[in-house]
């Protein structure tokens, strides 16, 4: 299938300019792409060689320094063999794979903010079945949208905007330490994807019970990114319409057509995916653990893991 289906519009100047922010030029990341690729050519406990841009948005997550980089690239594929639960039936062809898609909307707006992020919309698409849904389907979700970016994207920093209209506390009671724990562990430990915004909007009462665990897991700095509104004006406050989905009141398009590009774009990537499905690290061939410790996930992992609540 030709892969004509655009998701994300990207600023001429953007590459540059955040490079610029390193201390880096485009040709110097380059090199630096390079000087990794020879790196995982000697890991032999990791499964391929990343192509150039992959290696590139990980430089990127990693403010360019490459000794971060390396560990990044190592748990992007360390989670997979050590944390087999999160990858289960993670492929999009799967059939819970594809019944995410029709209840809840997970997408990115296709302009940039004028800092250069890439904003998250995740909102409930069928209001009625919402409460039978796992959150960890969720999250692999994500992973999978995470996978289409790295290629495509250029990954500077988020800002998610969680629209809670049509949740019930039932559902949200199933964002659970144990959880959270795993999609901030997910998003810190393995893509480093700075985090600029959180904005909860359509807000309900049980959210702040959320919010309390969210404080004791999370740095003081990064809680204070979080916004709850009742509802979604404050967006327009910070956003240009035209980034905006119609939903919102802006002139981009709706989160429903936005959101009819994905099973497209899955199709474009079914051969990557169903690769990822068999790549695994090969612990016997690992040379050394990396000196920010490639185990750390899994140690967030099955400490929260143990974690019971009523």
């Given at each position: 299938m030709p892969k004509d289906t655009e998701l994300f519009s990207i600023q001429s100047n953007a590459l540059?300019?955040?490079v610029?922010?390193?201390n880096k030029t485009e040709e110097s990341l380059a090199e630096d792409v390079l000087r990794l690729k020879n790196?995982?050519?000697d890991q032999h406990h990791l499964p391929e060689i990343l192509d150039d841009k992959r290696v590139q948005n990980f430089l990127i997550l990693n403010k360019c320094n490459i000794e971060k980089t390396k560990v990044k690239i190592d748990m992007y594929y360390t989670f997979r063999s050590q944390v087999p639960d999160l990858v289960k039936n993670i492929n999009p062809r799967c059939s819970i794979m594809k019944?995410?898609?029709t209840l809840v909307y997970l997408v990115f707006l296709p302009k940039m903010t004028k800092d250069m992020y890439r904003v998250f919309?995740?909102?409930c698409r069928t209001?009625?079945?919402l409460d039978q849904i796992d959150v960890y389907d969720v999250l692999k979700t994500a992973v999978n949208l995470q996978e289409i970016r790295l290629k495509e994207d250029i990954m500077f920093g988020d800002v998610i905007i969680f629209d809670l209209e049509g949740t019930s506390v039932r559902f949200l009671s199933k964002l659970t330490p144990t959880f959270l724990m795993t999609f901030i562990t997910l998003y810190k430990k393995v893509y480093s994807l700075p985090l600029k915004g959180v904005y909860l909007i359509n807000s309900v009462p049980y959210v702040e019970t959320i919010l309390t665990i969210v404080k004791a897991l999370v740095t003081p700095k990064?809680?204070?990114r979080i916004h709850v509104c009742k509802d979604a004006n404050i967006l327009k406050e910070h956003f240009p319409l035209e980034m905006l989905p119609k939903d919102y009141g802006g002139t981009e398009k709706s989160i429903e057509e936005l959101h009819e590009l994905y099973p497209l774009k899955y199709q474009e990537y079914q051969d990557r995916f169903d690769l990822l499905d068999k790549l695994r690290v090969n612990e016997s061939l690992r040379p050394a653990r990396l000196a920010d410790g490639n185990d750390e996930f899994l140690g967030y992992h099955d400490n929260f893991?143990?974690?019971e609540i009523d």
């Open positions: 540059s300019s955040i610029k922010v390193y790196w995982i050519k019944e995410v898609a919309v995740a909102k209001k009625d079945k990064l809680f204070g893991k143990k974690l």
